[in-house]
Nanobody, 127 residues
């Protein structure tokens, strides 16, 4: 059974940092490109970051570029999202996603390409 489970969210003050984790089971990470999305209340889900299977290619949305780092540990089957200098507008539920692919260099922003999704972890940033 495939499962993606996010953790690491919480309530923090503006300027703080958080590291989100996504533990993946039921899949081999060597066949996956991975991504993070977020969804604020009443808003559509938006792309945050993506990383290729080989970890070399990363992509970030303009809204988080320079403050966020995506990384992966294929041996431990964990995807990370390091969030720094958090702002109130970063408040959202954060979701991880996995795409089965044979292309080790692929990192996609299109949510339609992802095959599996986690349930999300809440990040709340107070001003």
């Amino acid at each position: 059974q495939v499962q993606l489970k996010e953790s690491g969210g919480g309530l923090v003050q503006a300027g703080a940092s958080l590291r989100l984790s996504c533990t993946i089971s039921g899949l081999t990470l060597s066949s996956l490109s991975l991504g993070w999305y977020r969804q604020a209340p009443g808003k559509e889900r938006k792309f945050v970051a993506a990383v290729s299977e080989n970890g070399v290619i990363t992509d970030y949305s303009d809204s988080v570029a320079g403050r966020v780092t995506i990384s992966r540990d294929n041996a431990e089957k964990i995807l990370y999202l390091q969030l720094n200098s958090l702002k109130p507008e970063d408040t959202a539920t954060y979701f991880c996603a996995a795409e089965i692919t044979a292309d080790s260099w692929r990192a996609t922003r299109d949510p339609r390409n992802y095959d599996y999704w986690g349930q999300g972890t809440q990040v709340t940033v107070s001003s």
